[in-house]
T-cell receptor, first 108, second 114 residues
Framework: EDQVTQSPEALRLQEGESSSLNCSYTVSGLRGLFWYRQDPGKGPEFLFTLYSAGEEKEKERLKATLTKKESFLHITAPKPEDSATYLCAVQAWNQFYFGTGTSLTVIP | NAGVTQTPKFQVLKTGQSMTLQCAQDMNHEYMSWYRQDPGMGLRLIHYSVGAGITDQGEVPNGYNVSRSTTEDFPLRLLSAAPSQTSVYFC?????????????FGNGTRLTVT
């Protein structure tokens, strides 16, 4: 069964305290892995696409990496404005499969 | 630069009522889709369309209908609302379909069925 699991469910960081979010997947026919950011009351906002193991993408304080079984979203020196829920999605054939997200809170 | 627009933002229905959730995009995207988001469940695909006149079922299609008469619009119809359909509904579109480009989401419709 195709499945996407994100951990931890929730994460509280002090401003400047770096950490990583995990997305593990078991999907047949993987065509891409996507990271999204979702703010309360808003739709998910696209961050990154990763297509093959070993690939990395960076944007400001965020860096996403991909292996054959999981992806990490590394957050370096986070700021309070990075507080949000981060969603991982994998695309297999004609559908996306979403994880339940990691709720990140960055405390000033 | 509107992107994906969903209306209404909030809706309360009584069990058995019907309604249509509207979705429009101005990016000329061929692929459009509807998801529901429930606590602890993640986003689940209801229906999707790869172009005008073409629709298909996703993971949780029961109780919902869709049609795609134009590239821009993809309405979602609830035929007879049930409390189990209380959820936040998101419309999303992409240029070339999953895998070719990321999904662009609207800001959702929060539906409560009493």
């Amino acid at each position: 069964e195709d499945q996407v699991t994100q951990s931890p469910e929730a994460l509280r960081l002090q401003e400047g305290e770096s950490s990583s979010l995990n997305c593990s997947y078991t999907v047949s026919g993987l065509r891409g892995l996507f990271w999204y950011r979702q703010d309360p009351g808003k739709g998910p906002e696209f961050l990154f696409t990763l297509y093959s193991a070993g690939e990395e993408k960076e944007k400001e304080r965020l860096k996403a990496t991909l292996t054959k079984k999981e992806s990490f979203l590394h957050i370096t020196a986070p700021k309070p404005e990075d507080s949000a829920t981060y969603l991982c999605a994998v695309q297999a054939w004609n559908q996306f499969y979403f994880g339940t997200g990691t709720s990140l809170t960055v405390i000033p | 630069n509107a992107g994906v627009t969903q209306t209404p933002k909030f809706q309360v229905l009584k069990t058995g009522q019907s309604m249509t959730l509207q979705c429009a995009q101005d990016m000329n995207h061929e692929y459009m889709s509807w998801y529901r988001q429930d606590p602890g469940m993640g986003l689940r695909l209801i229906h999707y369309s790869v172009g005008a006149g073409i629709t298909d079922q996703g993971e949780v299609p029961n109780g919902y209908n869709v049609s795609r008469s134009t590239t821009e619009d993809f309405p979602l119809r609830l035929l007879s609302a049930a409390p189990s359909q209380t959820s936040v509904y998101f419309c999303a579109s992409s240029w070339g379909g999953p895998g070719n480009s990321p999904l662009h989401f609207g800001n959702g419709t929060r539906l409560t069925v009493t």
